[in-house]
């Protein structure tokens, strides 16, 4: 995989695939990115585990937050996470020692925008493990789901007029591809 440029089908097959997100670096601070990622993936229908050992067992938008990985109720489709590169390499080590343990790994290992190690990419990619790095969930959903371009963003075209939505286009999801 070339983690220089993802094609829109490879993140729109994997938004449209995970039902489960485990959010490492999960904060509870509302102007952090990890606070309205979280709250953007719930309320576009996605099961999110919040993970910050420092709020582990209270709740984070109405989801109870784990300590670590091993403490969640079930493996997730995917783990996203907010930590530095170095931080992530330990995270993919810790996601592929359990994996052979266990028998189950997640489908894809998300690294946020600013994150990326390729050598923890290339391990996790050996296990057949799907890898994103250095974007952000929220931007793509709403860069291929037609959000962003409700203000004329993804259009290239800025503009102070009001766009003429089509009715249901504010609630489209990933997985209708008329437009």
């Excluded at 449209?16 to 990115?33: F, H, W």
């Excluded at 266990?102 to 946020?112: D, E, H, N, R």
């Excluded at 600013?114 to 959903?141: N, Q, T």
């Amino acid at each position: 995989m070339n983690h220089d440029a993802y094609p829109d089908a490879y993140i729109k097959a994997i938004l449209d695939e995970v039902k489960t997100i485990a959010l490492v670096g999960a904060s509870a601070n509302p102007v952090r990115p990890s606070h309205f990622v979280t709250k953007y993936l719930l309320a576009k229908g996605y099961e999110v585990w919040p993970v910050n050992p420092g709020l582990a067992g209270s709740e984070l938008l109405g989801q109870t937050v784990y300590a670590s990985l091993k403490d969640l109720p079930a493996t997730p489709d995917m783990v996203d996470i907010f930590r530095n590169a170095e931080a992530a390499a330990g995270i993919i080590d810790e996601i592929l020692g359990r994996g052979t343990t266990s028998g189950t790994l997640p489908k894809v290992i998300w690294m946020q925008q600013g994150v990326r190690h390729d050598a923890a990419a290339a391990r996790a990619e050996a296990a057949g493990i799907r890898v994103v790095m250095d974007r952000c969930p929220k931007i793509e959903y709403g860069r291929l789901s037609g959000e962003i371009g409700w203000m004329g963003v993804n259009s290239r075209t800025i503009s102070s007029r009001r766009p003429v939505l089509k009715q249901g286009f504010q609630r489209r999801g990933l997985a209708d591809d008329h437009g």
